[in-house]
């Protein structure tokens, strides 16, 4: 089993520009998470997904989108993209809201 | 909403002595805690979960402890070695989620 990857490890963005962070997990789990965390600081939860179809705001969810079409795949989506969204995002999945297995993390940093 | 709580400063120790970090939740008692390990510029990684009717709980040289009536769950590493230089995250579950705290760093010096 891979686990989760995550796409791509490193991005360089404008400010303005646009783009989807890829997450994959391919141990059939329900649950799936993005987090950002910034240097220094803890996990923030952005967006959770709880199924197909399901997803719901996290704590920080203000500038991105998700969708969750199938149950391995749940991209994030930057829309308009600013420098207060640098950060590292990972992404993590779950059978219920017990052990989370994160992906590698992608470095975003937004110029 | 649940928040947990974790000692943000640094937490050094020499080699060979036992490493004790500390977690506290503040609202609700959760039915279970968990801690991970994260490492720089990695993804946290899952080391153990207790539940609420579990006072103690053991991995090889790791215990972890959890008291409902001082809402605080403790993390001990036995014999600490350089290698367990990292990071500890403690988690709460909640309703379709997990609390994470901001996590403790431990730096076990030769």
């Known amino acids: 089993n891979a686990g989760v990857t995550q796409t791509p490890k490193f991005r360089i963005l404008k400010i303005g520009q646009s783009m989807t962070l890829q997450c994959t997990q391919d141990m059939n789990h329900n649950y799936m998470y993005w987090y950002r965390q910034d240097p220094g600081m803890g996990l923030k939860l952005i967006y959770y997904s709880v199924g197909a179809g399901i997803t719901d705001k996290g704590e920080v969810p203000n500038g991105y989108n998700v969708s969750r079409s199938t149950t391995e795949d749940f991209p994030l989506r930057l829309e308009l993209a600013a420098p207060s969204q640098t950060s590292v995002y990972f992404c993590a999945s779950s059978h219920r809201t017990d052990t989370q297995y994160f992906g590698p993390g992608t470095r975003l940093t937004v110029l | 909403s649940q928040k947990i709580e974790q000692n943000s400063e640094a937490l050094n120790i020499q080699e060979g002595k036992t490493a004790t970090l500390t977690c506290n939740y503040t609202?609700?008692?959760?039915?279970?805690l968990q801690w991970y390990r994260q490492d720089p510029g990695r993804g946290p990684v899952f080391l153990l979960l207790i539940r609420e009717n579990e006072k103690e709980k053991r991995k090889e040289r790791l215990k972890v402890t959890f008291d409902t009536t001082l809402k605080q769950s403790l993390f001990h590493i036995t014999a600490s070695q350089p290698a367990d230089s990292a990071t500890y995250l403690c988690a709460s579950e909640g309703y379709q989620k997990v609390t994470f705290g901001t996590g403790t760093k431990l730096q076990v010096i030769p």
């Open positions: 609202n609700y008692s959760p039915a279970y």
